[in-house]
């Protein structure tokens, strides 16, 4: 997973070197690096965070408007990858995105790109009151306004759940999903390699047959764009394996959203089993391999 930052880019490029861009820098190394998981990205993130810049977040009102957006960029960064891995730092990040906007939007700098990204930040946290906010102050940039959700009855905030399509295919369903079964496949599906791993899946019907034993359902992390637009194009494609939102990645313990497509096979409520990837040559026989040990097939 690699997190897009072109805009600050392009402002280091054109200006001077400051301790911000120096800090931009070492986070685009991270975020670059090929020898690192997004555990370990996360954590030398943090740990660069830490010591250089939470201290420029105290003096916002006497930064520059480059080193600003660079500083937004920086802290959309940490929280996109700290979702996947620390939640409470997730939120420490979001709230300091939250008053890097707030300045710059006091300054009448903030970007239609910088509005859309904490738009989608908010959403994504599930903070849904601020999102509306900025909504109404912005919603002439193209802003998809925030979904209607129903919570179903007897919602448990802290056990995995999920946002579905509703029936209208405009609204939302939130609802907690039982993975405490003799068998559950979760399958993580947010990329263009997920989509063809599924259309792979749909045209075999063992494969189908034997997700539909396991009781699949196919989600996307919460970090996702929460809109019925995305869910309701995937469903299109695929009428058969309906795509899903979490609501928390927190809750789903064991299932890793930092990359896609993953398949979790749990039993009983236990993970006992991933296959990880999807190759276009082998990945039919490995996901019937991985059935069949896994005894959801014989």
């Known amino acids: 997973m690699l997190i897009s930052f072109a805009f600050a880019l392009a402002i280091t490029r054109a200006t001077a070197d400051s301790g911000i861009e120096n800090v931009l820098n070492k986070m685009a190394a991270i975020n670059s690096s090929q020898g690192l998981n997004v555990e370990q990205r996360m954590s030398h993130m943090s740990d660069l965070y830490r010591s250089s810049v939470t201290s420029s977040m105290q003096d916002l009102a006497h930064q520059s408007n480059r080193d600003l957006h660079?500083?937004?960029t920086i802290e959309d960064m940490a929280s996109s990858y700290s979702q996947f891995t620390h939640q409470q730092l997730h939120l420490t990040y979001l709230r300091d995105l939250q008053h890097t906007y707030d300045e710059l939007d006091r300054r009448r700098e903030a970007t239609e790109d910088e509005i859309q990204?904490?738009?989608?930040?908010?959403?994504?946290a599930r903070l849904f009151d601020r999102a509306k906010k900025l909504y109404v102050a912005h919603y002439n940039i193209g802003l998809a306004a925030p979904p209607r959700i129903e919570i179903a009855p007897g919602f448990v905030r802290n056990e995995p759940a999920a946002y579905?399509?509703?029936?209208?295919g405009q609204s939302l369903v939130l609802q907690n999903v039982d993975i405490g079964g003799p068998y559950r496949i979760v399958v993580v599906a947010q990329c263009h390699?997920?989509?063809?791993?599924?259309?792979?899946?749909?045209?075999?019907?063992?494969?189908?047959?034997?997700l539909r034993q396991g009781h699949v359902i196919w989600i996307e992390g919460s970090g996702e764009e929460l809109t019925p637009i995305s869910l309701n194009e995937w469903n299109s494609s695929f009428p058969g394996k309906p795509l899903s939102i979490a609501y928390d990645n927190d809750t789903w313990k064991g299932v890793d959203f930092s990359a896609s497509p993953q398949f979790f096979l749990f039993k009983n409520g236990v993970l006992v089993s991933e296959l990880k990837g999807w190759s276009p040559k082998a990945g039919k026989q490995q996901l019937a391999t991985w059935l069949r040990l896994g005894g959801v097939v014989h």
């Open 117 to 124: 990204q904490l738009y989608r930040q908010l959403l994504g």
């Open 70 to 72: 660079m500083l937004f």
């Open 193 to 210: 390699i997920a989509r063809d791993a599924a259309n792979a899946i749909a045209n075999d019907p063992q494969l189908s047959e034997g």
């Open 164 to 168: 579905s399509l509703g029936r209208d």
